[in-house]
Each structure stands twice: as C-alpha cells, then as structure tokens.
C-alpha cells in the first residue's frame, strides 16, 4: 500500500545481492518506487554526532536497511569529521524525493529519540531539546540566494505561511565554503 516501504515477498525469486545496490542506484532504477523525477534528487543535511550511532546501527545494519528499503543512497561523513564550526556530522541522501522522504523520516527519529548506546559517553546522551525540533539542510552558495529571495522575500513568505523558523548562516569569510547551512525548525 502507499507509505509501505517494499518488502522482499515481493520481489520473490528476483532478490539481488547486497553488493549491487550500490550501482542500482547509480543507473536510476527505481526499486519498485514512483519516480517522481528523471534524475535523483540531492538532500544534504547535519546530523548531531551523538545520534549518528543509532542511525547507522551495528555494523552499519541500520543504514543498510533503510538504503535497501527505500532505494536511496546514504553516505555519513566519518566519526570525527564534522560541519566546520559545529560537532555534527554531513549526511548526503540521494534517491527520489519520496525515498530521501523516508530516509530523512527515519534519520529524523532517530535524532529525536535518546541513544542509548551513547548515554555513557556523553553527558546524558541526548540530542539538545531545541536541536531534536530542527532539520539542518546544507545548500550551494550559488543556490541561497533563490532560497532566500530579493531582500529576504522568499524566506520572509515562507515564515509567515507555516509559521517555521528560518536562519541562513552567513557567507563564510574566514574559511572557503562551498555551502551555507539552512536551519529550519518550529516556530
């Protein structure tokens, strides 16, 4: 049904090896998915270091998972390879928009829950309460300013209809970005 992620029953017999999910994805094969576009979307985000364990799980078995079950591609940067200026970690989902949908969801509760396998090694092991109410979505220099609008028009359109909140870091100065990070969250 809609909403359902695909299960093996229905690909009885036709089950691919693990190994060639990988260029699967590259071809643009839709996995069963509705594609909603000729190419694959990008969505770059940030993930709170001390939740990134209870995304990727054992032996990165989670990720795997959500990678076979949704047909997008998911890559996190290394342990201690963070944002510049922050402790968190870029995460790079690529698939169609209803699969980076589904990725982005599960990545979202994961923030969102406690990890408990980190509890001991941070303070209290949480996410902060505002940080869990937040997507960070990292965008092209070239593209923030379409986002952003004449003015702040676009940004200021988008506040007064949902209500959300919306800060765009500033053009990095001192280091040579090529992206600037837009965070959403509750308003």
Known sequence: GEGELPTNSDNEGKEEPVENVESDVSQNKDFGLVKQCKDNAHLKILVP???AGAIIGKNGEAITNIQNCTGAKVKM???NDFYPGTNERVCLIIGTTDAITEVYDYISEKIYEKPETISRIVSDGRVPYERRKQVKILVPNSTAGMIIG????????IKSKTGAFIQVSQKSREMSLAERCITVGAG
Not at 150 to 157: A, C, L, R, V
């Open 49 to 51: 270091s001390v939740a």
């Open 150 to 157: 004449k003015g702040g028009s676009f940004i200021k359109e």
């Open 77 to 79: 940067s290394k342990a």
